[in-house]
């Protein structure tokens, strides 16, 4: 089955630099990779999400990067602020109604002010 | 948008008693949902799939006879924690995505299970 490694598992920045952080994935078959955001004891909110079909999409501060043949992806973000502060997840799957996302272990993001 | 809803939010138990936890899809209609769990500072864990009409596919490693599922309708699963224990103590978390379309799936707030 799918595996999603994610990279780090902590990070820290000051307000204003910008934060990457990186998952791999061992399916080949995965064409579907979102990420969300989640505050303490909330749910995952989708931020970005990429099919196979791209190697990269956009939408204001927040990009993802998708490399198929290496079989990593990673999520960057701009101009940080304090309230990006939050767990991000990456997830992989098939891009088919009903099939199950596989999370990454998440990386916490703490930015300073 | 779409919109999925739990129920309850948060709920403390005895050991041992059992517990049932609503997912709904309150605009759209879900063939499949999906029941995550979640300990603190950890990541989202796949119990099982849920699919309307049919039997839950399990994990690995998730007691099917623990944790029952039922997804009677297309806009409703509810999961069972039965006999619960302290372990079972967790965040679980529904989603559901739209029929047809791509794997976009939304989540439900969750449920904060404490068994005493």
């Known amino acids: 089955g799918e595996n999603v490694e994610q990279h780090p598992s902590t990070l820290s920045v000051q307000e204003g630099d910008s934060a990457v952080i990186k998952c791999t994935y061992s399916?080949?078959?995965?064409?579907?990779f979102p990420w969300y955001k989640q505050e303490l004891g909330k749910r995952p909110q989708l931020i970005i999400d990429?099919?196979?079909?791209?190697g990269e999409k956009k939408d204001q501060r927040i990009a993802v990067t998708l490399n198929k043949t290496a079989k990593h992806f990673s999520l960057h973000i701009t101009e940080t602020q304090p309230e990006d502060s939050a767990v991000y997840f990456c997830a992989a799957s098939i891009n088919q109604a009903g099939t199950a996302l596989i999370f990454g272990k998440g990386t916490t993001l703490s930015v300073s002010s | 948008g779409a919109v999925v809803s739990q129920h309850p939010s948060r709920v403390i138990c005895k050991s041992g008693t059992s517990v049932k936890i609503e997912c709904r899809s309150l605009?759209?209609?879900?063939?499949?949902m999906f029941w995550y769990r979640q300990f603190p500072k950890q990541s989202l864990m796949l119990m099982a799939t849920?699919?309307?009409?049919?039997?839950?596919?399990?994990e690995q490693g998730v007691e099917k006879d623990k944790f029952l599922i039922n997804h009677a309708s297309l806009t409703l699963s509810t999961l069972t924690v039965t006999s619960a224990h302290p372990e079972d103590s967790s965040f679980y978390i529904c989603s559901a995505g739209l029929a047809g379309a791509y794997n976009e799936q939304f989540f439900g707030p969750g449920t904060r299970l404490t068994v005493l």
């Open positions: 605009d759209f209609q879900a063939t499949t």
């Open positions: 399916d080949s078959a995965s064409n579907y």
């Open positions: 990429i099919r196979s079909n791209v």
């Open positions: 849920s699919n309307e009409g049919s039997k839950a596919t399990y």
